[in-house]
């Protein structure tokens, strides 16, 4: 079994002497700044130091409860102190959080915990109406232990997990320090391994790039445990210069415009879907956004029209970012020219990425498929070992399956993907993953998700049926979810017809069924 794929050692030799990889253990980045404000969650205010504590005696109940260096714990707490309390808390015992998102049920975190053992599943109470204890009672015999933030009924409290606090076996900064989850090609999600070393940098390197710094206050506005808001240069970036991170408990409009300005908010990241939203809001919302420094967006395509309207509409400095949790980021510079700003979406964040795009020859080109290797970007993913051989070339690049155009500049377009994702408001679905569970429908005989173009999600998923009597998207719905697939997995529209197109070869063609599913006039094949 391969956790995780190291760095061939000439690169990771090069890695330190560039400084990119200081040997400093992750757990150790809020031992600075003790006397300034490190974290707001709605009444609760915590300095650095009050969170280094807190930190502590929580890594010392953990051990106790039998957390130990190498464990893995599956966390799926929102924008929350236990969040954070809890992710240092497990850097700092070298156990490593697996970070779920909020919207994941018991199909994705039977997985989880399955896939990677975990001893530990750490969830919130409810969430808007939803009981998170249910779900962890549903997974009963596949997680050991539940911690929960809040109400815990029979299962341990977060906050009753506090001990004097004790020495700690040291933390090897090479090693794995979290997990993050692909967007995801296959049928089951693929997890990161990332580790101390390449994360801080990750982090540290962003913060410099955003301009961030100790009077810097960022609003986690996506769900955290996301590459996004955590390390781009999110709430990590942001402990790394000792500046303030603010939680918010959703993305909405309401909330971040009052959090912004309560909060004099310089620096927040969002996906484009919730931008358009949060400008369509400034008609109605009275409150001044005149602190934002910068305004990230990313995660799925922003077009040039819809950038230019938000720089308008929301009067902020806007930053493109195009990432991966697998490492590489592209980041526009705060000094690019505005214009170049709205029609690119970034260029590397390091001296170090190396970006290799190439033609449907499979020859360098400017425009093609992007791969990528560098001082961040994953060699390999946990436990997959026929996967990486398809997923990674054999010199080390990450085949990221985006299809991109670079600029004299260096900066990239990113131009569409030859991956089977659909891209939901930047929301990863995978087509394939879909497919398998649609497939044992009783009334469907064939299937094939597709991405269609959507105004303000910028694509939504559709699922082309052949069936004798075609399920309708609430039945699909209704469906999955009593498969415990998270609901944003759901298709948006059902394509009926009476057979999948096939291409010369064989396989199912896609590109097709884009055409058949958005013609005006449908005709089957
Ligand atoms: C971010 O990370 P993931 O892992 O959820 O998704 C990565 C994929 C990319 O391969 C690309 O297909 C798409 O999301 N993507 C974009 C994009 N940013 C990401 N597609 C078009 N334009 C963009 N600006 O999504 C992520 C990680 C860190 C920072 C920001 C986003």
Redesign the pocket.
Known sequence: MTAFTPWPDDLAERYRAAGYWRGEPLGDLIRQHPSRLALVVGEKLLTYRQLDRRVDRLAAGLSELGVASGDRVVVQLGNTAGFVELSFALFRLGAQPIYALPAHREHEIGYLCDATEAVAYAVPDTVGGFDYRELARRLTGRVKQVLVEGDAEEFVSLADVSAEPTELPPVDPAGVALY?L??GTTGTPKLIPRTHDDYLYNARASAEVCGLDADSVYLAALPAG???PLA?PGILGTFAVGGTVVMAGSPSADEAYRLIEQEQVTHT?VVPTVALLWAEARAWQPERLDSLQLLQ??????SADQAAQLRSELGAPLQ???????GL??YTRLDDPADLVDRC??RPLSLDDEVRILGPDGQPADSGELYTRGPYTIRGYYNAPDHNRTAFTPDGFYR???LVRRLPSGHLV?EG?V?Q?I?RG?D?VSAEEVEEHLRSHPAIRDVAVIALPHDLLGEQTCACVVADNPPSTKELAFYLRSRGLAAYKAPDRVFPLSALPLTPIGKIDKRHLLTLATDPEPRDP
């Open positions: 993050l692909s967007g996301h590459n996004f781009c990241a967006v990313g995660g799925a395509k922003l493109q970012v195009f990432g991966m949790a697998e980021l592209n979406q970034g990221s399956g985006d990113v993907r991956k994702v891209n930047g990863k």
